[in-house]
């Protein structure tokens, strides 16, 4: 063999050989050890961030009712405010109400007045266009009346022809809503009566009494057509 054929196959004999190799592989523990601290320094954030999340030690859904309150404010405010606009409201259509109700009052007041005054300017008017009839009858009536009280004694039959007639004006005036009357007591009323004669008296309580009553009045409904024709009494003065 060759002195250049040793210098060759010597560098391939320590190529070969795998001893460096062997003596690297205890070198990896160091390498897993800082690998496994590595992993643990990374993994302790993540506990800590999943703490917060167990219920047990997470306090913080408790001041959640504090909106709610409030949001209850608010509405029990609006429910007062809407109260107040309602009653307002209320108060108004109450008011406005009684106005009609007034109103109307007044209005059947005034219809009521006006057919009443309606009704008596009708009656007035009718009487004073009849007047002059109703007069002129209860002046028949009295001169009849007389007539008969002037009849002799023997002549009952000419009396009595003469009574029916004045009844029958009577029936006359009365269908016409006229009727003779006669004011009760014994005392002067001036305004139903018509004094045509006086009695003088020394007595003082027979002072303006009726010391007769000569011939009825007359009169429709409360209006005196013809006052009651009366004599009175009046006191006599001393000498």
Request: hydrophobic share 40%; no cysteine.
């Amino acid at each position: 063999m060759s002195p250049d054929t040793e210098d060759r196959d010597e560098p391939a004999t320590e190529i070969e050989t795998p001893g460096p190799v062997l003596d690297a592989a205890p070198d990896l523990e160091p390498i897993e050890a800082e690998a496994e601290a590595m992993v643990d320094t990374e993994l302790e954030p993540i506990d800590e961030v999943a703490a917060p999340v167990e219920p047990e030690a997470s306090p913080a859904p408790a001041p959640a009712p504090a909106p709610i309150a409030a949001f209850a404010e608010e509405v029990r405010e609006a429910v007062v405010r809407l109260g107040e606009q309602v009653g307002r409201k209320l108060e108004g259509l109450q008011s406005q109400f009684d106005r009609e109700v007034r109103a109307e009052a007044n209005r059947e007041r005034i219809v009521d007045r006006l057919h009443a005054e309606l009704q008596e300017y009708k009656q007035d008017l009718l009487l004073k266009v009849q007047r002059p009839i109703f007069v002129d009858l209860i002046q028949l009536h009295d001169d009849v009346g007389k007539m008969a009280a002037a009849v002799a004694p023997d002549s009952e039959a000419f009396r009595g022809t003469l009574e029916s007639i004045q009844t029958a004006l009577e029936d006359v005036m009365y269908r016409q809503g006229v009727e003779p009357f006669r004011a009760e007591g014994d005392a002067f009323d001036p305004r139903r009566q018509r004094a045509v004669a006086t009695v003088p008296t020394a007595d003082p309580a027979l002072a303006k009494t009726l010391a007769a009553r000569i011939r009825p009045g007359f009169q429709a409904g409360d209006k005196v057509i013809r006052p009651e024709v009366v004599s009175v009494y009046t006191l006599q003065k001393g000498e």
